[in-house]
């Protein structure tokens, strides 16, 4: 992929053209900043009156008085609201504070210190401990396992999930204790896992065990269009195959409501729940009540979570389509890029010439627009092709964003001349 038919000559001319323009661009004084996927203001504002709730009447349905501490599960009403959405039964549920990845981050060290359900023992007393992870992927998921010193495999992810193939042969490892997967509008790929990969997953036959699928569903009710994608059912696709322990689910309404101030959730076996719940009662006494009951009165109901999230795409699809308007426009035609159009989530992932991903990076830097560094979908930050940059377009305003992706096109096409010249 790179310049198609075009002469030496032309490329130079490019390269000239896209020099200048950056100038130009340079010209304004840019401070732009598109490395994270966070709402913007406008999508925070949506969620206001929840800073009224829940006002005098602090009692749950069931009576509790939300001030006090216990309730470990969380409030029945939000996690009702939720089941449909985890696709999981209530009992099997749990509300917690603003943070899944501090979720994900408990169940694997309660894994490590304490074995699973079906652990022979402790995985941290394994010799090795590794995970499965496709890519590209969610930076943090790779962070955390590198933080506790579990080895990561990266797999390729295919238009309908992981590469089956490829996992069903890395699981004939007993040291492969699990993967990570965000199974709906997937970060940044926005790839869905379809039905039948889930249901091969729930499937494979594991040499470990206590295999766990780390099913991240963070963007489960996050789309970008009016047809609404539905998760697959891991729960009962590993439940109908003789494997009812091996997903963990997890979501939180920190793209829903506030992202700092949400509400999180924790869905699987009944087994699992249970393991989960004891071990974090050591480390809580119970979640934050007050601001799960504002939450459930806010939301009132599983649909009103669908109509919230109608307002958020009222605010996010012009801007992915926004990003991709530009980068059609800018890139097309000349074989130097190719990029995804997501359906739902937060990003657009962008693959550029082989070898030129961190010198894109550093152009669009000294042109003032910060992006997220070059190979962080990847473990260990290491993309292999160093071609994959992540478009976040949820925080910038439309202008910004416009120019933003101007720079970072103009800088695509820059890296790539510079590399065909050179060669
Ligand atoms: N999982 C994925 C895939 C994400 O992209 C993010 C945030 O970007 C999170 C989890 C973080 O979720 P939370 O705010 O609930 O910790």
Not at 270 to 287: C, Q, S
Not at 396 to 413: H, K, Y
Request: net charge negative.
């Amino acid at each position: 992929m790179s310049f198609e038919n075009q002469t030496r000559d032309q490329i130079q001319t490019l390269l000239a053209e896209q020099r200048a323009h950056l100038e130009d661009l340079k010209g304004r004084g840019l401070s732009l900043d598109l490395t994270r996927g966070k709402p913007s203001a406008e999508q925070l504002d949506l969620s206001m009156a929840l800073l009224d709730l829940p006002g005098e009447d602090y009692r749950a349905a069931d009576g509790t008085d939300t001030r006090n501490y216990g309730g470990l599960l969380g409030l029945k009403e939000l996690r009702e609201i939720f089941a449909p959405i985890l696709r999981a039964p209530v009992e099997q549920v749990v509300a917690g504070d603003n943070a899944s990845l501090a979720m994900m981050h408990d169940n694997l060290v309660f894994a490590l210190l304490h074995g699973t359900v079906d652990s022979p023992r402790p995985w941290g007393e394994e010799e090795t401990v590794k995970f499965i992870c496709p890519v590209p992927g969610y930076d943090r998921h790779f962070a955390l396992t590198e933080a506790y010193g579990i080895e990561m495999i990266p797999v390729d992810l295919h238009d309908d999930g992981p590469d089956v193939a490829a996992v069903r042969e890395l699981v004939k490892d007993p040291q492969v204790k699990g993967m990570w997967l965000v199974p709906t509008h997937g970060n940044p790929t926005g790839v869905v896992v379809s039905e039948a990969v889930a249901a091969d997953l729930a499937a494979l036959e594991t040499a470990a065990p206590d295999f766990r699928i780390f099913w991240d569903n963070a963007y489960a009710v996050h789309h970008l269009d009016q047809e609404e994608t539905k998760s697959a059912d891991i729960l009962g696709l590993c439940a109908a195959s003789g494997h009812p322990d091996r997903p963990i689910c997890f979501a939180s309404t920190s793209k829903i409501t506030f992202a700092g101030s949400g509400v999180c959730f924790l869905a699987s076996s009944p087994a699992n729940v249970a393991w989960y719940l004891k071990h974090l009662g050591k480390r809580t006494i119970g979640p934050d009540k007050v601001n799960q009951l504002r939450h459930a009165r806010f939301l009132r109901d599983t649909e009103g979570v669908h109509q919230l999230m109608a307002r958020h795409r009222e605010i996010l699809a012009p801007k992915f389509a926004q990003v991709i308007s530009i980068l059609a426009d800018r890139l097309g035609g000349h074989g130097v890029a190719q990029w995804t159009e997501p359906r739902g989530g937060y990003f657009v992932s962008l693959d550029v010439v082989d070898g030129t991903a961190s010198r894109v990076i550093e152009l669009t830097r000294d042109a003032g627009v910060a992006m997220t560094p070059a190979g962080a979908a990847f473990p260990h930050g290491n993309d292999p092709r160093n071609r994959n940059i992540r478009i976040a377009p949820s925080y910038p305003t439309r202008a910004d964003l416009e120019i933003a992706i101007d720079v970072l096109a103009t800088c695509v096409l820059i890296a790539a001349a510079e590399q065909s010249l050179a060669s």
